[in-house]
């Protein structure tokens, strides 16, 4: 069990650093079974940090989401680390970021935070809907225990955790400059019996199924803008002249985007679900993830957010890589 | 009057020549789309994920189609009559509060053909959400504002209300259908929709919200809000109230067509000048203009707050911004 008192003593001993500009973690949210990223600047914002199973967001995303004004004449630019709280798929956003020079490491000071899984709030509130009251929540003995207002309840993990965490084989960061708990065990496999049901139908029936999601889609962007792999300075999506994907919402130019989205992402997705977990119509993007995840795993024997020496994989080039795929 | 449940069907068919949109499933969530089977309609549960202004300010709507090297343009065909059943009290006040924009200094053409031909079909909200506050934005889970007829839901049967003459047209087509209410059906009902007032617990007082924005247009509370913020569209777009819109042409072959399209305040392309210059650079200008707009240039032009407390944005935000805790932080800063 995490000791908040140890982290927040942590934090604290981290943001006094000189080369530290300011940590990024969670907070307890408004209301319910809500967390935020929370930006920890001074002593008194580290007492509200939390790690939970509610601590959803992937906070790898802020690394290259925040804006960087415009340096006054003749001042230094700030060029002192952040330090961030990572989960195991979050730290597996870093090591691409890196992979991929999206962030420097004398830029980063990851502090790794192992993870027995994170509550889905769709699955919990239907078991426990109209909650006001903030809860907290915490991992027993392969249990989620959760501090209701009707008192204390405990579910089995795999009952209220999300989809990405019942397959998750690295809920231990593997990258970190300091680690907070103890490591926990490796529950998924590394197969891909999970997307099998959808992967049995013939193109008829599967398009179906997507043209009935993608139909729905508003494209409000919370997926891309949610994906810590997503941060290209100017994205196609927002392109006008040429538009290469027009505003217009249908499911032609939504099935566009979200082809488009997925396959920016082979070989970059690291399988945090966020895409999944922000979308507000629901969209189970992560069989798409997963799909992409599969294939390159079994063409190239590669799995991205893994090794901060490697070589992203389009860029790189293997006499033997299997080319059965070209026509 | 009333309405027996089983008779929901023959009611709606009744209505002669309107196309009837109402809360259905649409992937896995509810909007408002037109109705083929009744037994699709899904009133009860908690209220549809996109509101009905996409009923009558369509995501994305065509407004004129032409061809390549040709001077004429076809404009699109005017849109049918149309019901739109089970409309909660929020989103109705949410259409009244739109109305003064596009029927501001110029009638949007668009918007006043589809929002004149239809008819708005409430339903008292008896269960309201955690998130709702409807009733600290001058609403409640049983306003009539905006309705043309509104139903509260008795368990066998609706009891009707009906508001305007609009609503008498739709009773008139299904007189046959309708039974009169007794008076203790109308105790009932008063109950439950009080009990539903009751039930909202998240609540504000905003009167004070609209003097104090100006004075903290350069506050530190912006750029802690929008720290965490993605700069998505989820909290506009789902918005009954938000409305801006952006134009873009489209070709396909030899055709044209301009159509608009929902545009975000929190998008990084919103109001980009073709120099490169956007007044809103940041996320923090960005959130500081949701809540200006809603809360202090709207009340400005139009003397009503652009939030009907629907609660929306504070569910659905990947991250918790949490509207009701920014108007906290407005009213407590130091001016």
């Not at chain 1, 209301?31 to 509610?54: C, K, M, W």
């Not at chain 2, 009244?96 to 409430?122: E, H, K, Q």
């Not at chain 2, 055709?255 to 650079?281: I, K, V």
Request: hydrophobic residues 35%; charged residues 25%.
């Amino acid at each position: 069990m995490l000791d908040l008192d140890k982290l927040r003593a942590l934090a604290k001993e981290t943001i006094s650093r000189d080369d530290i500009k300011y940590l990024i973690g969670w907070r307890q949210g408004t209301y319910g079974f809500r967390t935020s990223p929370h930006f920890v600047g001074n002593l008194e914002d580290a007492e509200q940090l939390i790690f939970s199973p509610l601590c959803s967001s992937n906070l790898a995303t802020y690394l290259t989401l925040a804006e960087k004004r415009p340096v006054p004449r003749g001042a230094q630019p700030d060029t002192r680390r952040v330090a961030i709280m990572v989960k195991g798929c979050d730290s597996r956003a870093v090591v691409q970021q890196l992979v991929e020079q999206g962030i420097k490491r004398e830029s980063v000071y990851v502090i790794g935070c192992p993870c027995e899984g994170i509550i889905d709030r769709r699955k919990l509130e239907e078991k426990v809907p109209h909650t006001l009251e903030r809860v907290e929540a915490r991992w027993e003995n392969g249990k989620i225990i959760l501090d209701l207002p009707a008192g204390r309840a405990a579910f089995p993990r795999d009952e209220i955790v999300a989809g990405k965490c019942l397959t998750c084989r690295y809920p231990n960061p593997v990258i970190a400059d300091v680690t907070v708990g103890e490591d926990v065990e490796v529950r998924g496999s590394a197969g891909f019996e999970d997307i099998n049901w959808l992967e049995v139908k013939n193109a008829q029936e599967r398009w179906a199924f997507w043209r009935d999601k993608v139909n729905s889609c508003i494209r409000c962007y919370s997926c891309r803008n949610v994906c810590p792999m997503c941060y290209c300075a100017e994205c196609i999506l927002d392109k006008l002249n040429p538009a290469w994907i027009q505003r217009s919402v249908n499911v032609s130019e939504n099935t566009a985007f979200q082809l488009a989205r997925a396959f920016h992402l082979a070989g970059r997705c690291i399988e945090c679900g966020e895409c999944e977990r922000v979308c507000p119509v629901e969209i189970p993007l992560s069989h798409l993830n997963r799909k992409l995840v599969k294939e390159v795993s079994e063409q190239f024997a590669f799995t991205p957010g893994i090794d901060p020496e490697a070589k992203p994989l389009l860029a790189g080039y293997r006499p033997n890589d299997r080319e059965a795929f070209i026509l | 009057m009333k309405l027996s449940k089983d008779k929901l069907a023959d009611f709606l068919a009744a209505i002669p020549g309107k196309t009837v949109f109402g809360p259905q499933l649409s992937g896995e969530t509810l909007r408002f789309t037109p109705v083929t089977r009744p037994g699709n309609l899904c009133p009860t549960v908690n209220n549809a994920t996109v509101p009905p202004k996409s009923v009558v300010f369509p995501q994305t709507e065509t407004m004129f189609r032409f061809e390549q090297g040709a001077t004429d343009i076809r404009t699109a065909e005017p849109s049918g009559e149309t019901v739109l059943f089970g409309v909660r009290p929020c989103d109705a006040r949410a259409m009244s509060i739109v109305d003064n924009v596009f029927f501001w200094d110029v009638d949007d053409p668009y918007y006043l053909i589809r929002r004149t031909n239809s008819a708005l079909v409430g339903l008292a909200c008896l269960d309201p959400c955690v998130n709702c506050f409807c009733t600290s934005m001058g609403g409640g889970p049983a306003s009539t504002e905006g309705l043309d007829i509104l139903l509260t839901d008795l368990g066998e049967s609706y009891l009707l209300e009906v508001l305007t003459g609009k609503g008498e047209m739709l009773c008139q087509s299904a007189e046959k259908l309708l039974s009169q209410a007794s008076s203790a059906d109308k105790e009932a009902a008063k109950m439950l929709q009080e009990k539903a007032a009751a039930q909202i617990s998240r609540q504000i007082d905003p009167s004070g919200i609209p003097a104090r924005l100006p004075a903290l247009w350069e506050s530190p509370i912006w750029e802690k809000i929008s720290a965490s913020c993605l700069g998505c569209g989820i909290c506009t777009y789902l918005c009954p109230t938000c409305h801006c819109f952006d134009m873009q042409d489209e070709t396909e072959g030899e055709e044209s067509r301009r159509y608009r399209t929902w545009d975000s305040c929190m998008f990084s392309e919103y109001t980009l000048h073709a120099s490169g210059h956007n007044p809103r650079p940041t996320r923090r200008e960005r959130t500081r203009n949701r809540i200006n707009h809603k809360f202090s240039y709207f009340v400005d032009k139009f003397k009503v707050m652009a939030c009907v407390g629907c609660g929306r944005c504070i569910n659905l935000c990947p991250v918790n911004i949490d509207i009701l805790d920014i108007l906290s932080q407005v009213g407590e800063q130091a001016l």
